[in-house]
Structure formats: structure tokens, C-alpha cells
């Protein structure tokens, strides 16, 4: 019970270390299987480590008895999840990446920057508004750009996503994070809903990232991260 947090290097058994958690809250704690969730960040490690999880529980006897699953998945997916269940995600559409170039490159062109269609200095504003959103420090802007322009570039895209009820990967955490801080039932809810939260690779979390976490630990309090304080 309660808070941990394991620091580990590349090749030293994360991914095991995380499995055999899982295994022995089941069998020697007498956990849900329904009640953990395991976050990751990327598609690609939850499916290796549920199908890691399945392989060396397989043939556990407790475990096979049960009909319920532990939950993988990154935080995105827990995310769309929690929006979907309340609703709001139905009024919104996830943008593809070449709608979100179409975006920005037409607020450029309207701010007069050269060379607005070109991939290094749309992709280059676009990641810089990531950042902004993730609460991540902005070291740099891209060339010809001041941070009064900028400020203008992210209103106007705001604008113009919320205009075609788009959402991007960055507004689907961030409204997530709002919808969990301001509505009481939605956010007893979800902290009711995992009595047990894990999350991998806990250097790449963000702050928007990790507010969410906290709230959805805050009901139970039992959180395990892993990662590697060298990256």
C-alpha cells in the first residue's frame, strides 16, 4: 500500500519488475484484477507488457479463475476513455496531423512568416504549442517569431481547433485534466475506479500528465512508477 518509486537503468527488469507486481497483488493481496491499471507511453509497451502479463500468469491457478483483466494502456487511452464516459468526447473530433498543418500554416501565412508552408517551420510552431500545452518549458522559439506573435499563433489556433470541434492529442489530456478538477462525481468516479495505478517510464511524464495521475491515485493513494533517473 501507498506511494513507491523504483529507479532503474535500461535492461535491469522494468518490465518484469512491473508483471510480477501485478501478479503478486492478485494472488498474495487478493487485488481485482479489474481494479489495476498499468500505464505506458506508447501503444507498442502496453500491448508487450499485457502480453507479457498473460504469458507468465497463464498458468497461475488463481489467476486463471478470474474473469476479470487488469487494464494496460497508455495515457491517452485513459484519457479518451474517461472523456467518452462523460460525454464531452462525442462533441469533438481527434484531427488528423495533415488538418493540424492545414491549421497552422494558414495562421503564419495570416501573421506574414516566410516560409509558412515549410515542414520545418510549421512543425517546428506546432511542437513549441505542444510544449506550451504540456506546461513544458519553451527554451527557443523558431526563427523570425517573437513570443508576442507566438501567444497570438496559439490563440488563433486554439481558436480555429475549437471552431472545427477538433481536438488534439495535448487538448485530450488537458481536458481530461480540467474535467477531473472541476466536476466532483466525475473525478470520485474514476478515483474510486483503480484501487491500484502503476505507470512506466515515469521520466517522460509531464506535468499535465502527472496531474492526472495524482487525482486518479488520490482515492487509494496506491501508486507504483518506475524509471530511469539517468534519462
Given at each position: 500500500?501507498?506511494?513507491?518509486?523504483?529507479?532503474?537503468?535500461?535492461?535491469?527488469?522494468?518490465?518484469?519488475?512491473i508483471v510480477q507486481r501485478i501478479i503478486n497483488l492478485i494472488v498474495n493481496h487478493h487485488v481485482n484484477p479489474d481494479q489495476i491499471l498499468t500505464i505506458t507511453f506508447t501503444k507498442a509497451a502496453a500491448l508487450e507488457m499485457q502480453s507479457r502479463y498473460l504469458k507468465e500468469s497463464k498458468d497461475n491457478p488463481i489467476i486463471s479463475t478470474k474473469k476479470e483483466s487488469v487494464h494496460f494502456?497508455?495515457?491517452?487511452?485513459?484519457?479518451?476513455?474517461?472523456?467518452?464516459?462523460?460525454?464531452?468526447?462525442?462533441?469533438?473530433?481527434?484531427?488528423?496531423?495533415?488538418?493540424?498543418?492545414?491549421?497552422?500554416?494558414?495562421?503564419?501565412?495570416?501573421?506574414?512568416?516566410?516560409?509558412?508552408?515549410?515542414?520545418?517551420?510549421?512543425?517546428?510552431?506546432?511542437?513549441?504549442?505542444?510544449?506550451?500545452?504540456?506546461?513544458?518549458?519553451?527554451?527557443?522559439?523558431?526563427?523570425?517569431?517573437?513570443?508576442?506573435?507566438?501567444?497570438?499563433?496559439?490563440?488563433?489556433?486554439?481558436?480555429?481547433?475549437?471552431?472545427?470541434?477538433?481536438?488534439?492529442?495535448?487538448?485530450?489530456?488537458?481536458?481530461?485534466?480540467?474535467?477531473?478538477?472541476?466536476?466532483?462525481?466525475?473525478?470520485?468516479?474514476?478515483?474510486?475506479?483503480?484501487?491500484?495505478?502503476?505507470?512506466?517510464?515515469?521520466?517522460?511524464?509531464?506535468?499535465?500528465?502527472?496531474?492526472?495521475?495524482?487525482?486518479?491515485?488520490?482515492?487509494?493513494?496506491?501508486?507504483?512508477?518506475?524509471?530511469?533517473?539517468?534519462?
Amino acid at each position: 500500500k501507498g506511494p513507491a518509486r523504483v529507479i532503474a537503468g535500461p535492461g535491469s527488469g522494468k518490465t518484469s519488475t512491473i508483471v510480477q507486481r501485478i501478479i503478486n497483488l492478485i494472488v498474495n493481496h487478493h487485488v481485482n484484477p479489474d481494479q489495476i491499471l498499468t500505464i505506458t507511453f506508447t501503444k507498442a509497451a502496453a500491448l508487450e507488457m499485457q502480453s507479457r502479463y498473460l504469458k507468465e500468469s497463464k498458468d497461475n491457478p488463481i489467476i486463471s479463475t478470474k474473469k476479470e483483466s487488469v487494464h494496460f494502456g497508455t495515457f491517452h487511452g485513459i484519457c479518451y476513455t474517461i472523456l467518452k464516459e462523460s460525454g464531452l468526447f462525442s462533441k469533438f473530433t481527434l484531427v488528423k496531423e495533415t488538418d493540424k498543418r492545414k491549421i497552422i500554416e494558414t495562421i503564419l501565412k495570416n501573421k506574414g512568416v516566410t516560409g509558412a508552408e515549410e515542414y520545418d517551420i510549421s512543425s517546428g510552431v506546432l511542437d513549441m504549442i505542444s510544449r506550451k500545452k504540456n506546461f513544458c518549458e519553451i527554451s527557443q522559439l523558431p526563427p523570425g517569431l517573437s513570443g508576442e506573435v507566438f501567444e497570438e499563433i496559439c490563440l488563433d489556433y486554439d481558436d480555429m481547433m475549437n471552431q472545427q470541434k477538433f481536438l488534439d492529442f495535448d487538448d485530450m489530456i488537458l481536458l481530461c485534466l480540467r474535467q477531473l478538477q472541476n466536476h466532483g462525481k466525475l473525478r470520485e468516479k474514476w478515483q474510486h475506479r483503480f484501487t491500484h495505478i502503476q505507470v512506466d517510464e515515469f521520466q517522460d511524464i509531464n506535468e499535465v500528465q502527472y496531474q492526472v495521475v495524482k487525482i486518479l491515485a488520490a482515492g487509494y493513494g496506491n501508486l507504483f512508477v518506475v524509471g530511469d533517473d539517468d534519462q
